[in-house]
T-cell receptor, first 111, second 114 residues
Framework: GNSVTQMEGPVTLSEEAFLTINCTYT??????LFWYVQYPGEGLQLLLK?????DKGSNKGFEATYRKETTSFHLEKGSVQVSDSAVYFC??????????FGTGTRLQVFP | DSGVTQTPKHLITATGQRVTLRCSPR?????VYWYQQSLDQGLQFLIQ???????AKGNILERFSAQQFPDLHSELNLSSLELGDSALYFC?????????????FGPGTRLLVL
């Protein structure tokens, strides 16, 4: 079946460091891929998405490229800030089926 | 602010009880989704409604049920509550339920079963 695998957290970085959070997926066909972010005490917010192979989603300095050949959608940011501390969820959706989430990766950024 | 509202924000109840969680989707959105977030199960899809009709079902227990009303708001009913039902319950909405659409999440209802 369809599934998403994310790297375990927490990821701990100093401010201005480079961030990568790995996400790989298993799916039949060509799903849409999403990154959601959950700040402490809040609901999930869409960070970025890509709906077909080689698409790059980007928002607030974060980027992820839909790689069909490696079934990956890794999240990157060149220079993280303390305010980026949150839990990041990779997710996929195929046809009109449900959103399937990874387990989430907690990011902690220290000044 | 996503435009999705959920009430109540917090709910504390006892085992065996029944509760109702309410969700109002963003204006114009026809599709509503319910998710459960718990420490041991992560974030799991429960059920989806589209324009009043059930469209998809996930890992929803038989003790749980939901509906979407003509004004498009939705309610999730949880009955015969158990300690393990303690979790954060999210509602999300999207305009027509297509795979590539963004789902906008509400702030969640935190349920604690004692």
């Amino acid at each position: 079946g369809n599934s998403v695998t994310q790297m375990e957290g927490p990821v701990t970085l100093s401010e201005e460091a480079f961030l990568t959070i790995n996400c790989t997926y298993t799916a039949t066909g060509y799903p849409s891929l999403f990154w959601y972010v959950q700040y402490p005490g809040e609901g999930l917010q869409l960070l970025l998405k890509a709906t077909k192979a080689d698409d790059k989603g980007s928002n607030k300095g974060f980027e992820a490229t839909y790689r069909k050949e490696t079934t990956s959608f890794h999240l990157e940011k060149g220079s993280v800030q303390v305010s980026d501390s949150a839990v990041y969820f990779c997710a996929l959706r195929y046809n009109t089926d449900k959103l399937i989430f990874g387990t989430g990766t907690r990011l902690q950024v220290f000044p | 602010d996503s435009g999705v509202t959920q009430t109540p924000k917090h709910l504390i109840t006892a085992t065996g009880q029944r509760v109702t969680l309410r969700c109002s989707p963003r204006s114009g959105d026809l599709s509503v989704y319910w998710y459960q977030q718990s420490l041991d199960q992560g974030l799991q899809f429960l059920i989806q409604y589209y324009n009043g009709e059930e469209r998809a079902k996930g890992n929803i227990l038989e003790r749980f049920s939901a509906q979407q009303f003509p004004d498009l708001h939705s309610e999730l009913n949880l009955s015969s509550l158990e300690l393990g039902d303690s979790a954060l319950y999210f509602c999300a909405s999207s305009s027509s339920g297509l795979a590539e659409e963004t789902q906008y999440f509400g702030p969640g209802t935190r349920l604690l079963v004692l």
